[in-house]
């Protein structure tokens, strides 16, 4: 997971310049190497803050852009190699609350673990890394510490959610169930459960590295829905940008915070969603993109409504990469 991480924001390369022909014409020279897993780099690292402190300044609560808290305590807090560590640190966070933060980070909502392949509706999820010496520490804080997460939200007084921890298992950073070393029983809350409070879900957590807090999509009954592709596409790719794809796409709804990536393959323009997992009656948006030598291309269709069996087609035609990035933005509630 931390390899995710570093892997991707790590990359950092300009997809195109201009020079003068001998007519005197602006000509684009485009870049054959820039290919997705660089696009989704450079959003990366844009979303990434970076903040010096001391261990003799704790507790201190650090603001994200977006609004997201993250709160350390005082005293031994991190470890490296099972040793306790002091003096100048670094923290590196980046926080994911709307559709466009998620697609253009390589992430999604889906969520794999015990109860099998599904999607979340999210609350926010975050990622945060501690440094000593450039090394980062241990993911695992000192026994009976915690860093508070608070993620903003309008939902109302009587909102719940659910806490989910990120893992790099099969070459993927998948969802999945937390580890009960991260979680605080000494608190008023129950295992893995959020309670809405002054605006926020906010919660404690042992662990560094990927945070989410969601819910399960669920309602009523669900279905499966595939989607093919024509036009200008690429290789799909697979889940949140592992392997050489070029090609996403992604469920957005418009009643929930749910980024679906659908990535499963039928055949090599063809993908579906997780089996029975897309709840029928829900509203949204389906869209895909490709990033391929340079070259971008976009397809979306709006006020797609979920039905038994759905299938859909859509095209993709050649576009900007700030149109791209325009339309992911667009996505985002109003």
């Known amino acids: 997971m931390k390899k995710f991480f570093l892997f991707i924001l790590c990359i950092g390369v300009m997809f195109s310049s201009c020079k003068k022909t001998g007519d005197g014409e602006n000509e684009e020279v485009i870049d054959k190497t820039y290919d997705a897993k660089k696009f ?12 010096a402190f001391k261990t003799s300044e704790l507790p201190k609560t650090f603001t994200l852009k977006n609004g997201v808290k993250i709160s350390i305590p005082a005293g031994t807090v991190f470890k490296k190699a099972g040793q306790a560590v002091s003096g100048d640190l670094t923290l590196e966070a980046c926080a994911m609350l709307k559709p466009s933060d998620m697609i253009l980070s390589g992430t999604c909502t889906n969520y794999i673990g015990w109860q099998g392949k599904r999607y979340l509706s999210s609350d926010g999820f975050a990622y945060i890394d501690v440094k000593h010496n450039e090394r980062s520490v241990d993911q695992y804080l000192d026994y009976g510490q915690y860093i508070n997460f608070s993620f903003p939200t309008d939902k109302g007084s009587d909102a719940t959610t659910e806490v989910w921890q990120g893992e790099e298992a099969d070459s993927s950073l ?19 459960t959020v309670v809405y409070s002054n605006k926020s879900f906010s919660f404690d957590f042992g662990k560094l590295g990927w945070v989410n807090c969601d819910v399960l999509w669920t309602k009523g009954a669900m279905t499966t829905v595939i989607v093919k592709l024509t036009g200008k596409i690429g290789a799909l790719a697979q889940y949140q940008g592992y392997g050489n794809g070029d090609t996403f796409v992604f469920f957005v709804s418009g009643d929930v915070n749910v980024v679906a990536q659908l990535y499963t393959t039928i055949d090599a323009t063809t993908v579906k969603s997780y089996d029975n997992s897309m ?44 149109e791209l990035l325009a339309k992911i933005k667009a996505l985002d509630p109003k």
């Not at 969802?175 to 129950?190: C, L, M, P, S, T």
């Not at 979306?300 to 859509?314: A, K, P």
């Open 279 to 322: 709840p029928v009656g829900d509203k949204g948006s389906l869209i895909a993109f490709s990033v391929k030598e340079g070259e971008f291309s976009f397809a979306s269709q709006d006020n797609v409504t979920i039905t038994e069996d759905l299938e859909l087609t859509l095209d993709l035609k050649p576009i900007k990469k700030e």
């Open 40 to 51: 989704i780099g450079e959003n990366i690292d844009a979303a990434k803050q970076t903040f």
């Open 174 to 192: 998948i969802w999945e169930d937390i580890d009960e070393r991260a979680w605080n029983f000494d608190g008023d809350q129950k295992w893995g």
